[in-house]
Protein backbone atom coordinates (compact mmCIF):
# COMPACT_ATOMS: atom_id res chain seq x y z
CA UNK A 1 0.00 0.00 0.00
CA UNK A 2 2.74 2.17 0.61
CA UNK A 3 4.37 2.11 -2.80
CA UNK A 4 1.12 3.05 -3.94
CA UNK A 5 1.39 6.63 -1.83
CA UNK A 6 5.53 7.18 -2.18
CA UNK A 7 4.93 7.09 -6.25
CA UNK A 8 1.90 9.56 -5.81
CA UNK A 9 2.90 12.79 -5.22
CA UNK A 10 3.94 15.26 -7.27
CA UNK A 11 7.65 16.46 -7.37
CA UNK A 12 7.48 19.52 -5.82
CA UNK A 13 5.24 17.96 -2.19
CA UNK A 14 8.26 15.49 -2.12
CA UNK A 15 9.73 18.72 -0.57
CA UNK A 16 7.25 19.53 1.99
CA UNK A 17 8.15 19.50 5.52
CA UNK A 18 5.66 18.53 8.53
CA UNK A 19 6.07 22.26 10.59
CA UNK A 20 8.00 22.19 13.45
CA UNK A 21 5.48 24.38 15.04
CA UNK A 22 2.71 22.75 14.12
CA UNK A 23 4.68 19.48 16.00
CA UNK A 24 4.92 21.34 18.70
CA UNK A 25 1.27 23.18 19.02
CA UNK A 26 0.38 19.41 20.20
CA UNK A 27 2.49 19.80 23.40
CA UNK A 28 1.01 23.04 24.63
CA UNK A 29 -2.39 20.95 25.38
CA UNK A 30 -0.72 18.89 27.94
CA UNK A 31 -0.97 21.82 31.06
CA UNK A 32 2.19 20.66 32.81
CA UNK A 33 4.31 21.74 29.47
CA UNK A 34 5.23 25.33 29.70
CA UNK A 35 5.27 25.94 25.67
CA UNK A 36 7.33 28.86 24.32
CA UNK A 37 6.48 27.47 21.13
CA UNK A 38 3.23 28.24 19.43
CA UNK A 39 3.00 31.75 18.29
CA UNK A 40 -0.25 32.21 19.84
CA UNK A 41 -2.09 35.33 20.78
CA UNK A 42 -3.03 35.19 24.33
CA UNK A 43 -6.41 33.85 24.90
CA UNK A 44 -7.84 36.29 27.97
CA UNK A 45 -6.82 39.09 25.00
CA UNK A 46 -9.65 37.77 22.39
CA UNK A 47 -12.68 40.32 22.60
CA UNK A 48 -15.29 37.24 23.64
CA UNK A 49 -18.54 39.72 24.10
CA UNK A 50 -17.40 41.77 21.11
CA UNK A 51 -17.18 38.53 19.03
CA UNK A 52 -19.96 37.13 19.98
CA UNK A 53 -23.02 40.39 20.15
CA UNK A 54 -21.29 40.62 16.70
CA UNK A 55 -22.14 36.99 15.50
CA UNK A 56 -25.40 37.93 16.88
CA UNK A 57 -26.18 40.69 14.93
CA UNK A 58 -24.74 39.04 11.89
CA UNK A 59 -27.06 36.20 11.30
CA UNK A 60 -29.85 38.50 12.92
CA UNK A 61 -29.48 41.70 10.41
CA UNK A 62 -29.23 39.67 7.24
CA UNK A 63 -28.62 36.08 7.97
CA UNK A 64 -29.05 35.08 4.38
CA UNK A 65 -26.33 36.99 3.37
CA UNK A 66 -23.78 36.25 6.12
CA UNK A 67 -24.67 32.41 5.22
CA UNK A 68 -24.85 32.97 1.34
CA UNK A 69 -21.82 32.76 -1.39
CA UNK A 70 -20.12 36.22 -1.40
CA UNK A 71 -17.83 37.57 -3.45
CA UNK A 72 -13.69 36.78 -3.96
CA UNK A 73 -12.66 39.30 -3.18
CA UNK A 74 -13.99 39.59 0.26
CA UNK A 75 -17.10 41.50 1.42
CA UNK A 76 -17.39 45.30 0.50
CA UNK A 77 -17.70 47.20 3.79
CA UNK A 78 -14.97 45.37 5.49
CA UNK A 79 -12.45 46.16 2.67
CA UNK A 80 -14.12 49.81 2.59
CA UNK A 81 -12.96 49.64 6.52
CA UNK A 82 -9.44 48.07 5.82
CA UNK A 83 -8.92 50.89 3.50
CA UNK A 84 -9.64 53.48 6.41
CA UNK A 85 -7.77 51.29 8.75
CA UNK A 86 -4.82 51.06 6.16
CA UNK A 87 -4.88 55.17 5.16
CA UNK A 88 -4.29 55.92 8.74
CA UNK A 89 -0.57 54.24 7.96
CA UNK A 90 -0.29 55.82 5.07
CA UNK A 91 -1.27 52.95 2.87
CA UNK A 92 -3.56 54.67 0.13
CA UNK A 93 -5.31 52.57 -1.78
CA UNK A 94 -9.33 52.05 -3.29
CA UNK A 95 -11.25 49.03 -2.44
CA UNK A 96 -10.42 47.62 -5.63
CA UNK A 97 -7.37 47.03 -4.72
CA UNK A 98 -8.05 44.97 -1.42
CA UNK A 99 -8.72 41.59 -0.94
CA UNK A 100 -9.79 39.60 2.37
CA UNK A 101 -7.90 36.18 2.45
CA UNK A 102 -7.91 33.61 4.33
CA UNK A 103 -5.87 34.65 7.04
CA UNK A 104 -2.65 36.14 6.22
CA UNK A 105 -1.11 33.05 5.17
CA UNK A 106 -3.48 32.69 2.46
CA UNK A 107 -1.81 35.80 1.05
CA UNK A 108 1.33 33.72 1.34
CA UNK A 109 0.25 30.78 0.26
CA UNK A 110 -1.09 32.65 -3.11
CA UNK A 111 2.15 34.86 -3.83
CA UNK A 112 3.72 31.34 -4.03
CA UNK A 113 1.68 30.13 -6.77
CA UNK A 114 1.07 33.31 -8.47
CA UNK A 115 4.96 34.45 -8.61
CA UNK A 116 7.22 31.13 -8.52
CA UNK A 117 8.83 28.89 -11.00
CA UNK A 118 10.86 25.82 -9.89
CA UNK A 119 14.00 27.11 -9.80
CA UNK A 120 13.30 30.96 -9.92
CA UNK A 121 14.66 32.65 -6.89
CA UNK A 122 12.68 33.96 -3.93
CA UNK A 123 14.45 36.35 -1.09
CA UNK A 124 14.14 35.76 2.01
CA UNK A 125 15.60 36.64 5.04
CA UNK A 126 17.55 34.08 7.16
CA UNK A 127 15.99 33.39 9.64
CA UNK A 128 12.37 33.67 7.94
CA UNK A 129 8.44 32.56 9.10
CA UNK A 130 8.42 29.10 8.35
CA UNK A 131 4.52 29.46 7.51
CA UNK A 132 6.25 31.22 4.42
CA UNK A 133 9.04 28.70 3.77
CA UNK A 134 6.36 25.89 4.41
CA UNK A 135 3.98 27.55 1.70
CA UNK A 136 6.52 27.65 -0.84
CA UNK A 137 8.67 24.93 -0.44
CA UNK A 138 6.88 22.09 -2.77
CA UNK A 139 6.64 25.34 -5.56
CA UNK A 140 10.79 24.62 -5.73
CA UNK A 141 12.26 28.17 -5.85
CA UNK A 142 15.86 28.56 -5.62
CA UNK A 143 15.92 30.25 -1.87
CA UNK A 144 18.14 33.85 -1.94
CA UNK A 145 18.88 34.45 1.79
CA UNK A 146 19.86 37.57 3.19
CA UNK A 147 21.57 38.23 6.34
CA UNK A 148 19.23 39.81 9.14
CA UNK A 149 20.47 42.07 12.16
CA UNK A 150 19.32 44.40 14.81
CA UNK A 151 17.83 46.54 12.14
CA UNK A 152 16.50 44.12 10.03
CA UNK A 153 17.51 42.40 6.82
CA UNK A 154 20.95 43.55 5.19
CA UNK A 155 19.81 45.94 2.36
CA UNK A 156 23.67 46.51 1.29
CA UNK A 157 23.64 42.48 0.70
CA UNK A 158 20.60 42.83 -1.04
CA UNK A 159 21.79 45.65 -3.11
CA UNK A 160 25.13 43.05 -4.11
CA UNK A 161 22.88 40.70 -5.35
CA UNK A 162 20.45 42.89 -7.65
CA UNK A 163 23.94 44.97 -8.78
CA UNK A 164 25.39 40.95 -9.98
CA UNK A 165 22.44 40.39 -11.99
CA UNK A 166 19.96 38.07 -9.56
CA UNK A 167 16.49 38.88 -10.54
CA UNK A 168 14.49 37.42 -7.55
CA UNK A 169 10.70 36.55 -8.31
CA UNK A 170 9.84 38.66 -4.86
CA UNK A 171 11.93 39.82 -1.79
CA UNK A 172 9.82 38.39 1.65
CA UNK A 173 9.78 40.50 4.42
CA UNK A 174 8.10 40.51 7.99
CA UNK A 175 8.85 44.41 8.22
CA UNK A 176 7.87 44.69 11.95
CA UNK A 177 8.98 42.67 15.04
CA UNK A 178 9.86 40.06 12.55
CA UNK A 179 8.75 36.61 12.92
CA UNK A 180 11.24 34.25 14.23
CA UNK A 181 13.80 37.13 15.71
CA UNK A 182 11.66 39.63 16.50
CA UNK A 183 14.22 42.77 14.84
CA UNK A 184 11.96 45.35 13.34
CA UNK A 185 13.22 46.69 9.44
CA UNK A 186 14.76 50.45 10.44
CA UNK A 187 13.04 53.40 8.36
CA UNK A 188 16.69 54.03 6.90
CA UNK A 189 16.56 50.49 5.40
CA UNK A 190 13.45 50.86 4.38
CA UNK A 191 13.94 53.57 2.48
CA UNK A 192 16.58 52.52 0.91
CA UNK A 193 14.90 49.09 0.07
CA UNK A 194 11.98 50.65 -2.00
CA UNK A 195 15.00 52.65 -3.68
CA UNK A 196 16.51 49.29 -4.97
CA UNK A 197 12.92 47.90 -6.02
CA UNK A 198 12.49 51.50 -8.13
CA UNK A 199 15.89 50.75 -9.75
CA UNK A 200 15.82 46.83 -10.02
CA UNK A 201 12.13 46.53 -10.63
CA UNK A 202 11.96 44.32 -7.32
CA UNK A 203 8.34 42.89 -5.89
CA UNK A 204 8.66 43.31 -2.30
CA UNK A 205 6.00 41.03 -0.55
CA UNK A 206 5.62 42.84 3.05
CA UNK A 207 4.30 40.97 5.58
CA UNK A 208 3.05 43.11 8.65
CA UNK A 209 0.84 40.84 11.12
CA UNK A 210 2.75 42.19 13.98
CA UNK A 211 3.19 46.19 13.60
CA UNK A 212 0.24 47.47 15.73
CA UNK A 213 1.52 45.62 18.93
CA UNK A 214 4.37 47.51 19.49
CA UNK A 215 5.81 48.35 23.47
CA UNK A 216 7.81 51.07 22.56
CA UNK A 217 7.99 54.40 20.18
CA UNK A 218 5.67 54.75 17.70
CA UNK A 219 4.19 52.23 14.94
CA UNK A 220 6.88 51.81 12.38
CA UNK A 221 5.59 52.78 8.58
CA UNK A 222 5.12 49.97 6.51
CA UNK A 223 7.01 49.86 3.13
CA UNK A 224 3.59 49.86 1.93
CA UNK A 225 3.50 53.23 3.08
CA UNK A 226 6.51 54.22 1.45
CA UNK A 227 6.02 52.98 -2.24
CA UNK A 228 2.75 54.95 -2.28
CA UNK A 229 4.62 58.24 -0.82
CA UNK A 230 7.12 57.52 -3.57
CA UNK A 231 5.43 56.78 -6.54
CA UNK A 232 1.78 58.10 -6.01
CA UNK A 233 0.47 54.48 -5.73
CA UNK A 234 1.50 50.93 -4.17
CA UNK A 235 3.31 50.16 -6.67
CA UNK A 236 6.40 47.37 -5.87
CA UNK A 237 4.58 46.46 -2.36
CA UNK A 238 1.94 43.20 -1.88
CA UNK A 239 0.90 44.08 1.78
CA UNK A 240 -0.60 41.43 3.76
CA UNK A 241 -2.03 41.98 7.12
CA UNK A 242 -4.47 40.54 9.29
CA UNK A 243 -6.91 40.06 12.39
CA UNK A 244 -5.29 36.88 13.90
CA UNK A 245 -3.19 38.81 16.22
CA UNK A 246 -5.79 41.65 16.66
CA UNK A 247 -8.75 40.32 17.29
CA UNK A 248 -8.32 36.29 16.91
CA UNK A 249 -6.55 33.75 14.87
CA UNK A 250 -9.93 31.01 14.76
CA UNK A 251 -11.71 33.83 12.53
CA UNK A 252 -9.22 33.30 10.09
CA UNK A 253 -9.39 36.66 8.71
CA UNK A 254 -6.62 38.44 6.43
CA UNK A 255 -6.07 40.72 3.38
CA UNK A 256 -4.02 42.08 1.41
CA UNK A 257 -3.13 45.21 -0.48
CA UNK A 258 -1.83 44.93 -4.00
CA UNK A 259 -1.01 46.60 -7.24
CA UNK A 260 -4.34 45.73 -9.57
CA UNK A 261 -2.38 43.48 -12.30
CA UNK A 262 -1.53 41.41 -9.43
CA UNK A 263 -5.41 41.69 -7.10
CA UNK A 264 -6.82 40.66 -10.72
CA UNK A 265 -4.47 37.72 -10.96
CA UNK A 266 -5.20 36.92 -7.49
CA UNK A 267 -8.83 36.96 -7.74
CA UNK A 268 -8.72 34.57 -10.62
CA UNK A 269 -6.68 31.66 -8.04
CA UNK A 270 -9.04 32.65 -5.18
CA UNK A 271 -11.52 31.19 -7.05
CA UNK A 272 -10.40 28.18 -8.04
CA UNK A 273 -8.69 28.04 -4.38
CA UNK A 274 -12.26 28.45 -1.99
CA UNK A 275 -14.43 30.78 -3.89
CA UNK A 276 -14.33 33.49 -1.05
CA UNK A 277 -13.15 33.87 2.58
CA UNK A 278 -15.88 33.25 5.08
CA UNK A 279 -19.08 35.38 4.44
CA UNK A 280 -19.81 35.03 8.31
CA UNK A 281 -16.52 35.75 9.79
CA UNK A 282 -16.34 38.60 7.45
CA UNK A 283 -19.03 39.98 8.89
CA UNK A 284 -18.29 39.59 12.84
CA UNK A 285 -14.89 41.21 11.86
CA UNK A 286 -16.73 43.60 10.42
CA UNK A 287 -19.29 44.22 13.31
CA UNK A 288 -16.83 43.78 16.05
CA UNK A 289 -14.42 46.45 14.41
CA UNK A 290 -16.79 49.06 12.56
CA UNK A 291 -17.38 51.45 15.84
CA UNK A 292 -13.83 51.36 16.96
CA UNK A 293 -12.99 48.73 19.08
CA UNK A 294 -9.73 48.22 17.65
CA UNK A 295 -8.34 51.24 18.70
CA UNK A 296 -9.94 50.34 22.51
CA UNK A 297 -8.72 46.39 21.86
CA UNK A 298 -4.64 46.93 20.55
CA UNK A 299 -3.82 49.27 23.52
CA UNK A 300 -4.67 46.46 25.97
CA UNK A 301 -3.28 44.13 24.33
CA UNK A 302 -0.08 46.00 23.98
CA UNK A 303 -0.36 46.32 28.00
CA UNK A 304 -0.22 42.68 28.56
CA UNK A 305 2.00 41.89 26.11
CA UNK A 306 4.96 44.46 27.01
CA UNK A 307 4.74 43.20 30.65
CA UNK A 308 5.22 39.45 29.42
CA UNK A 309 8.36 40.62 27.14
CA UNK A 310 9.67 42.38 29.92
CA UNK A 311 8.73 39.70 32.38
CA UNK A 312 10.59 37.24 30.03
CA UNK A 313 13.93 39.13 29.18
CA UNK A 314 14.05 39.98 32.91
CA UNK A 315 13.94 35.95 33.39
CA UNK A 316 16.08 35.17 30.43
CA UNK A 317 19.00 37.68 31.94
CA UNK A 318 18.17 36.10 35.50
CA UNK A 319 18.55 32.27 34.67
CA UNK A 320 20.40 32.15 31.25
CA UNK A 321 24.66 31.11 31.21
CA UNK A 322 26.81 32.88 30.18
CA UNK A 323 27.28 32.96 26.25
CA UNK A 324 23.72 32.63 25.86
CA UNK A 325 22.32 35.81 23.97
CA UNK A 326 18.93 36.92 22.92
CA UNK A 327 16.75 40.03 20.92
CA UNK A 328 15.14 42.48 22.71
CA UNK A 329 12.05 43.36 20.70
CA UNK A 330 10.55 46.40 20.79
CA UNK A 331 7.07 44.35 20.21
CA UNK A 332 5.42 40.75 18.40
CA UNK A 333 5.68 38.20 20.20
CA UNK A 334 8.65 36.66 19.78
CA UNK A 335 12.29 36.36 21.50
CA UNK A 336 15.48 34.66 19.29
CA UNK A 337 18.02 32.77 21.71
CA UNK A 338 21.35 32.16 20.61
CA UNK A 339 23.29 29.65 21.53
CA UNK A 340 26.64 29.12 22.22
CA UNK A 341 28.04 27.29 19.09
CA UNK A 342 28.59 23.60 19.00
CA UNK A 343 24.96 23.37 21.29
CA UNK A 344 22.28 22.08 18.97
CA UNK A 345 18.99 23.38 20.42
CA UNK A 346 16.88 20.59 18.59
CA UNK A 347 18.81 18.01 20.33
CA UNK A 348 18.60 19.93 23.62
CA UNK A 349 14.23 20.73 23.10
CA UNK A 350 14.42 16.49 24.06
CA UNK A 351 15.76 17.41 27.81
CA UNK A 352 13.62 20.20 27.78
CA UNK A 353 10.32 18.69 27.22
CA UNK A 354 11.22 15.93 30.10
CA UNK A 355 11.69 19.12 32.04
CA UNK A 356 8.28 20.54 30.44
CA UNK A 357 9.22 23.27 28.65
CA UNK A 358 9.32 23.63 25.11
CA UNK A 359 10.18 26.42 22.28
CA UNK A 360 10.86 25.91 18.66
CA UNK A 361 14.67 25.05 17.47
CA UNK A 362 15.77 28.02 15.53
CA UNK A 363 16.96 25.47 12.17
CA UNK A 364 13.33 25.00 10.65
CA UNK A 365 13.08 28.72 10.18
CA UNK A 366 16.37 29.09 7.95
CA UNK A 367 15.39 28.42 3.82
CA UNK A 368 18.88 26.63 3.28
CA UNK A 369 20.09 25.02 6.57
CA UNK A 370 21.79 26.25 9.32
CA UNK A 371 20.87 28.08 12.83
CA UNK A 372 21.33 24.82 15.08
CA UNK A 373 22.21 26.50 17.71
CA UNK A 374 19.03 28.99 17.59
CA UNK A 375 15.79 28.62 19.45
CA UNK A 376 12.30 31.04 19.37
CA UNK A 377 10.67 31.64 22.28
CA UNK A 378 6.92 32.87 22.61
CA UNK A 379 6.14 35.46 25.09
CA UNK A 380 2.50 36.80 24.30
CA UNK A 381 0.63 32.87 25.49
CA UNK A 382 1.84 32.62 28.99
CA UNK A 383 1.02 34.49 32.18
CA UNK A 384 3.77 35.83 34.23
CA UNK A 385 4.30 33.06 36.49
CA UNK A 386 4.57 30.46 33.65
CA UNK A 387 7.11 32.49 31.67
CA UNK A 388 9.72 32.75 34.96
CA UNK A 389 9.04 28.81 35.55
CA UNK A 390 9.96 27.84 32.10
CA UNK A 391 13.16 30.02 31.78
CA UNK A 392 13.79 29.09 35.07
CA UNK A 393 13.81 25.41 33.52
CA UNK A 394 15.39 26.63 30.36
CA UNK A 395 18.21 27.53 32.33
CA UNK A 396 18.58 24.45 33.86
CA UNK A 397 18.98 22.53 30.80
CA UNK A 398 21.37 25.17 29.20
CA UNK A 399 23.58 25.70 32.21
CA UNK A 400 23.91 21.19 32.41
CA UNK A 401 24.53 21.30 28.43
CA UNK A 402 27.26 23.68 28.61
CA UNK A 403 29.04 22.36 31.20
CA UNK A 404 28.80 18.86 30.05
CA UNK A 405 30.70 20.55 26.93
CA UNK A 406 33.73 21.78 29.15
C1 LIG B 1 5.01 36.40 9.93
C2 LIG B 1 3.68 35.72 9.88
N1 LIG B 1 2.97 35.76 8.76
C3 LIG B 1 1.77 35.17 8.67
C4 LIG B 1 1.23 34.49 9.75
C5 LIG B 1 -0.10 33.82 9.57
O1 LIG B 1 -1.09 34.58 10.16
P1 LIG B 1 -2.65 34.37 9.89
O2 LIG B 1 -3.21 33.84 11.15
O3 LIG B 1 -3.16 35.70 9.52
O4 LIG B 1 -2.79 33.41 8.75
C6 LIG B 1 1.93 34.43 10.95
C7 LIG B 1 1.37 33.70 12.08
O5 LIG B 1 1.97 33.48 13.11
C8 LIG B 1 3.19 35.06 11.02
O6 LIG B 1 3.93 35.03 12.12
Not at 147 to 173: I, T
Request: proline share 6%; glycine share 8%; aromatic share 8%.
Amino acid sequence: MSDLWSERFAAGVQQMRSSAVRDLLKLTEQPDVISFGGGLPAPESFPVEELAAAAEQALIDNPSAALQYGLTEGYRPLREFLVTRMAMLGIRVPAEQVMVTHGSQQGLDMAGRLLIDPGAPVAVEDPSYLGALGAWRSLQPAWVTLNLDDDGLDVEQLERMLASGVRPRFLYVVSCFQNPTGVTLSLGRRVRLLELAARYGLVILEDDPYGELYYEGERARPLAALDVEMHGELRHVIYLSTFSKQLAPGLRVGWMAAPPAYIARAAILKQGLDLHSNSFAQRVAYLTCKDGLLDRHIPVIREVYRARRDVMLAALAAEMPAGVRWTKPAGGMFCWLTLPDGINATELLKRCLDQKVAYVPGAAFYADGGGEHTARLNFSFSAPDRIRAGIARLGEVFRDALSEKR
